[in-house]
């Protein structure tokens, strides 16, 4: 039974700075790309960043220089260290799993074996 699950999400101001994490169970980081979504209220689920099986790391155009993607496969856990924080980052975030090997495909198609239940970020300017 494969599980993910996130925590680290807060409300905090612009500017401010936050760390997700997913632990996942047995060896999925190891096997899986391993990707960060996110959902607002009333708009589509978007791809956030990625690690693939083969090594690549992918970011949004909208995270990047601000968001690292990373992983610790000793402890079963994905990061994504967010920060210069904006308001437009407010949303639930959910870690995802794929069976594909580019980063690049999970995030732009959303396809993913399997997936967190998500942990809200709020930011307030």
């Known amino acids: 039974q494969v599980q993910l699950v996130e925590s680290g999400g807060a409300s905090v101001q612009t500017g401010g700075s936050l760390r997700l994490s997913c632990a996942a169970s047995?060896?999925?980081?190891?096997?899986?790309?391993m990707g960060w979504f996110r959902q607002a209220p009333g708009k589509e689920r978007e791809g956030v960043a990625g690690?693939?099986?083969?090594?690549?790391?992918r970011y949004a155009d909208s995270v990047k220089d601000r968001f690292t993607v990373s992983k610790d496969n000793a402890k079963n856990t994905l990061y994504l260290q967010m920060n210069s924080l904006k308001p437009e980052d407010t949303a639930m975030y959910y870690c995802?799993?794929?069976?594909?090997?580019?980063?690049?495909?999970?995030?732009?198609?959303?396809?993913?074996?399997?997936w967190g239940q998500g942990t809200q970020v709020t930011v307030s300017s």
């Open positions: 995802a799993a794929s069976g594909g090997d580019a980063a690049a495909t999970m995030l732009r198609f959303g396809i993913a074996d399997y």
């Open positions: 047995g060896y999925i980081l190891r096997r899986y790309s």
């Open positions: 690690i693939g099986r083969d090594g690549g790391i």
